[in-house]
């Protein structure tokens, strides 16, 4: 099946600092990846949409300013958490939609996360 | 607003039996269910899909069944193992193409 990587798989940082996270689709071009956040024990929260060559679209309430996304390549896209905060302590998990073999329907295939931690 | 839940947080089986995970989703527009398992502290897995013209597709031991008629979804697992231990997720295509989860199930098997 797609393989989709993450980079770094953990992170430690100083709040006020910048964290980038990279997302590659390892044997497969992605044009649209998707960033998702997940809490201890919840469900993974859709944060954005990311579009190869394209401005990313964000969900109601995640502040574009905050978290940056490009989709330089049709491989790769990376989610910048800027100005971190305590608060931004989480588990970010990108995915890679990918067609599917049920009747070509399109799928994703997620990466295995990254943990965030912001002191 | 539109969702995707579950009914049951936890379920505890026995190695060897089978697993019934249940998902209820309110948007009868959606087309597309996929579950996926999430281990701790990795992604989710991609399980087993279907489409809504289907009532039953099947996988190796795991079997998905939709009800359109009372907007159910089902993941049925045959000879549960320890390995099979996880959180499950059921997704629904929303038609912007990205996935809106239910709030998981976790599935704990013992030896």
């Known amino acids: 099946g797609a393989v989709v990587s993450q980079h770094p798989s953990r992170v430690i940082c100083k709040s006020g600092t910048s964290v980038k996270i990279e997302c590659r689709s390892l044997d497969f071009q992605a044009t649209t990846m998707f960033w998702y956040r997940q809490f201890p024990k919840k469900s993974l929260m859709l944060m954005a949409t990311s579009n190869e060559g394209s401005k990313a679209t964000y969900e109601q309430g995640v502040e574009k300013d905050k978290f940056l996304i490009n989709h330089a390549s049709l491989t790769l896209s990376t989610l910048t958490v800027t100005s971190a905060h305590p608060e931004d302590s989480s588990f970010y998990i990108c995915?890679?939609?990918?067609?599917?073999?049920?009747?070509?329907?399109?799928?994703?295939?997620f990466g295995p996360g990254t943990r965030l931690l912001v002191l | 607003g539109e969702s995707v839940g579950l009914h049951l947080p936890t379920l505890s089986v026995q190695e060897g039996d089978n697993s019934i995970i249940n998902c209820a989703y309110s948007n009868s527009a959606s087309d597309y269910f996929i579950w996926y398992k999430q281990e701790s502290g990795k992604g989710p897995q991609f399980i087993i899909d279907i489409r809504s013209n289907m009532d039953k597709r099947q996988g190796q031991r795991v079997t998905v069944l939709l009800n359109k008629t009372v907007k159910h979804l089902s993941l049925q697992i045959a000879a549960t193992q320890p390995g099979d231990s996880a959180v499950y997720f059921c997704?629904?295509?929303?038609?912007?193409?990205?996935?809106?989860f239910g709030s998981g199930t976790r599935l704990q098997v013992q030896p």
């Open positions: 997704a629904e295509n929303t038609g912007r193409r990205a996935l809106t």
């Open positions: 995915s890679a939609r990918v067609l599917s073999g049920t009747g070509g329907l399109e799928t994703q295939y």
